[in-house]
Nanobody, 128 residues
Framework: QVQLVESGGGSAEAGGSLTLSCAAS????????MGWFRQAPGQEREGVAV???????AYANAVEGRFTISQDRAKKTLYLQMNNLKPEDSATYYC??????????????????????WGQGTQVTVSS
């Protein structure tokens, strides 16, 4: 089992920055990919960023160049640095982990029932 707990959400103005954290515990060695998804009211959950065991990363087109995913293996913590925020970035952000050997893009395109482990979510609100 893998447990994920997000923190760091909040409010920001357009153009501002926020950093999300995800503390992982349990059998984290089993995770092949970890990443972030987001879900706005009335919309489907969508993949935002993913990092693999090798440290490779991939991003959704909507956040490429503005968001950076990283991890501190010693602390078992995943991060999402969000810069140049836009109102359309407002959503609940979820940390996710899979133990299946997917590709980076497959992870980002996954439906909720295809990802094994989820955090509880943290709210991000960006005002214009």
């Amino acid at each position: 089992q893998v447990q994920l707990v997000e923190s760091g959400g909040g409010s920001a103005e357009a153009g501002g920055s926020l950093t999300l954290s995800c503390a992982a515990s349990g059998d984290t060695y089993r995770a092949t990919y970890m990443g972030w998804f987001r879900q706005a009211p009335g919309q489907e959950r969508e993949g935002v960023a993913v990092i693999g065991r090798s440290g490779g990363t991939a991003y959704a087109n909507a956040v490429e160049g503005r968001f950076t995913i990283s991890q501190d293996r010693a602390k078992k913590t995943l991060y999402l640095q969000m810069n140049n925020l836009k109102p359309e970035d407002s959503a609940t952000y979820y940390c996710a982990a899979t133990v299946v050997a997917l590709s980076y893009q497959s992870f980002l395109r996954s439906r909720p029932n295809q990802i094994r482990y989820w955090g509880q979510g943290t709210q991000v609100t960006v005002s214009s």
